[in-house]
């Protein structure tokens, strides 16, 4: 991938490489995720604006662009061929790629790597949670996603990042990082590094689970974040899931958790004051119920049981890859502030210790 922002008449240029008919009014970026180059481009066809949605994949993160198209297609058929040519399926839509001129999923490009989808119209997405009824629309929005691809054969799917969901993982790196400290920041965030520490042990829980078929392994969202929901501008109803880079073979409490971690919290990811940080026990519980309502009995016993513990385990998890990230000298994430990585983390390890304060009253029976 190309560092720099693409110019003007390079991005027209890429966006006319897509099957689109009409004439190109304009391209606009838009701010989204931590990881892709997104932009918003208009048409007018027929005397009407049509809009698409490009991205500019980031192949320093995502080494296997194929496969994570691959993936997408694999997931969006499973779904398209349930909706057997209705345009919604259960109330939900889903996100339709349009190929290039050569009639591929993406372009390859001097400027970078590109997919682009039809825009959804109509369509919100939110960073910080409106209240308890959007919280559980989220979640049954997520829930209902993952029971759909319960019956996706898991083996047509490939790992597009190695171990991603592996706390252990995480841990390594983040221990990786602070060995190396290539920048000298460790000296600076020794608090933050000694409560990582401390909690070292929870990491192993679930891999062990996994490991004894405790759990099952299911195929996840990933990214459950509640931006990546599109909710519906006229009903406030969950619509569409978008962004399926991670959906890969998982852990079902993954995407719970990471819904609590984003969705519940009382302040923004990378809030520099720690006193607005924290989970909010209301929009916590509406998310377990939308879960559970989402997913509809697809859950055992003991992952119902895990659900309070996954969404500490998730939320520590992320807070060790910000917190190794920030260490590394930012190589992954997007920064956009000196110590952004750092903050991100700090919020992260915020909510665990809130969300361990709050365990009783998180506690989950199954039902
Ligand atoms: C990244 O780019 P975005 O916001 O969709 C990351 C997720 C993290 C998230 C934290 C491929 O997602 O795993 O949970 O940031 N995606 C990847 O905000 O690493
Ligand atoms: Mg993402």
């Given at each position: 991938m190309k560092d720099r922002q693409p110019k003007s008449e390079e991005l027209r240029h890429v966006v006319q490489q897509f099957a689109i008919s009409g004439e190109l009014k304009e391209v606009r970026s838009l701010q989204r995720g931590h990881i892709h180059d997104t932009f918003v481009s208009t048409w007018s066809e027929r005397g009407r604006d049509v809009r698409f949605l490009h991205q500019r994949m980031n192949d320093k993160v995502f080494h296997d662009i194929p496969a994570v198209m691959h993936n997408i297609e694999t997931v969006s058929k499973h779904l398209r061929k349930k909706m057997a040519g209705n345009r919604t399926l259960d109330g939900f839509r889903v996100l339709d790629l349009v190929n290039t001129n050569?009639?591929?999923?993406?372009l390859v490009g001097d400027a970078g790597q590109w997919r682009t989808y039809w825009f959804i119209e109509n369509t919100t997405t939110f960073?910080?949670?409106?209240g308890t009824k959007q919280a559980f629309e989220a979640a049954r929005a997520f829930g209902w996603f993952q029971s759909q691809l319960a019956d996706l054969d898991a083996s047509n799917l490939r790992e597009t990042l190695p171990k991603f969901f592996s706390t252990p993982y995480r841990l390594q790196q983040f221990q990786d990082a602070l060995n190396e400290d290539p920048r000298n920041r460790a000296k600076d965030c020794a608090e933050d590094i000694k409560f990582a520490t401390a909690r070292s042990?929870?990491?192993?829980v679930i891999d062990r689970m996994l490991q004894s078929g405790e759990i099952p392994t299911r195929t996840v969202h990933g990214d459950t974040k509640l931006n990546n929901v599109l909710f519906c501008?006229?009903?406030?109803?969950?619509e569409c899931i978008v962004d399926?880079?991670?959906?890969?073979?998982?852990?079902?409490l993954y995407d719970f958790g990471d819904l609590v971690r984003f969705t519940a919290a009382t302040s923004d990811e990378d809030e520099r004051d720690l006193s607005k940080v924290g989970t909010d026990l209301n929009l916590y519980r509406a998310i377990v119920d939308g879960y559970l309502d989402g997913t509809n009995g697809t859950l055992s016993k003991v992952e119902v049981e895990l659900m309070p513990f996954a969404a500490r385990l998730v939320t520590y998890t992320i807070g060790l890859r910000f917190l190794a990230d920030h260490l590394a000298g930012d190589v992954y994430f997007k920064v956009s502030r000196e110590n952004h990585n750092l903050d991100r983390a700090r919020v992260q390890f915020r909510m665990v210790a809130r969300m361990e304060e709050l365990a009783d009253a998180m506690a989950v029976e199954a039902r």
């Open positions: 050569e009639d591929r999923s993406y960073d910080q949670c409106s042990e929870m990491a192993f501008d006229r009903t406030g109803r969950a399926l880079d991670t959906c890969m073979p998982g852990y079902s």
